[in-house]
């Protein structure tokens, strides 16, 4: 069965229903039938969906509510629309950071602050460095040590200082990469990136003054050593003190800039 043919038995006019209090969209309802049946039937990525005069049909839509439909699923990263020949839309997977980039987008306008982040941090972190810990292979455990060596020296200049201070929240997102929990492992990524983008972080990053980062790269030697052992207590313990200790550095910088900044005004 070709998809056309997948996607006409699966998602019928008849299967889209308003929601029970408000009527949606018929854009919006379109494109979920379309997510749904890209699930459903483990469409892959480049593969081709209906052309357009057959969608048309199968939802009883006009050609510009058809188009709106997919116009919207490309803006989500789940579609890509190929004009020309040969053209029409197929299926995309969306890149961890678009995800990371409209979530972000999301708490734009809203206050998120270091100590919001490291609430979820000191819980999140620990209980990923168990699940990489069954993961993890020899080319990984190289991988934390060469980042460690990227900041286990004081840095020659402000442009080094910063490749460090990026360089220590990699060490965790490579830490992640290794669990076999895909929610888990993306929020903690995402809360790993939020402290790269974040004003006040970036702030404190620009600071010239030295960085007591001897106690945070003993954690992440220990925790390597843990990881090795596959010892899961001593990894839980390990990460859970570590992003406290985290946790207070970030603190005390941001009160140091915040007094720096009343100083010169």
Excluded at 105 to 112: D, E, I, R, S
Excluded at 116 to 124: E, P, V
Excluded at 203 to 211: F, G, H, L, S, T
């Amino acid at each position: 069965m070709s998809v056309s043919d997948q996607v006409a038995a699966t998602a019928s006019p008849k299967t889209i229903k308003p929601g029970p209090r408000k009527a949606r969209k018929r854009t919006d309802e379109i494109a979920e039938a379309v997510k749904r049946t890209i699930m459903e039937h483990g469409l892959e990525p480049g593969d081709r969906l209906p052309q357009e005069k057959e969608l048309i049909a199968q939802y009883a839509a006009s050609k510009g509510t058809v188009r709106e439909a997919l116009k919207s699923l490309e803006v989500q990263g789940l579609v890509r629309i190929r004009t020309g020949p040969g053209g029409g839309a197929f299926v995309e997977r969306m890149s961890e950071g678009r995800a990371m980039s409209l979530l972000g987008n999301y708490l734009f306008a809203k206050t998120v602050t270091i100590a919001d982040i490291y609430a979820l941090r000191k819980a999140l972190e620990p209980l990923v460095a168990v699940d990489a810990m069954e993961n993890i292979d020899a080319a990984g455990f190289t991988r934390l040590e060469g980042i460690i060596s990227v900041y286990a020296h004081e840095p020659r200049d402000a442009e080094e200082r910063w490749a460090q201070r990026m360089a220590e929240l990699d060490f965790h997102s490579v830490v992640a990469e290794y669990s076999d929990n895909a929610l888990l492992s993306f929020q903690c990524r995402f809360l790993q990136r939020l402290l790269k983008d974040l004003a006040v972080c970036r702030d404190i990053y620009r600071q010239d003054q030295p960085v007591m980062r001897q106690r945070g790269i003993a954690y992440q030697r220990e925790l390597i050593a843990a990881m090795r052992e596959k010892d899961g207590d001593r990894v839980r313990q390990i990460m859970a003190d570590h992003m406290a200790h985290a946790e207070q550095q970030m603190l005390t910088l941001e009160a140091e800039v915040e007094a720096r900044f009343l100083d010169e005004n």
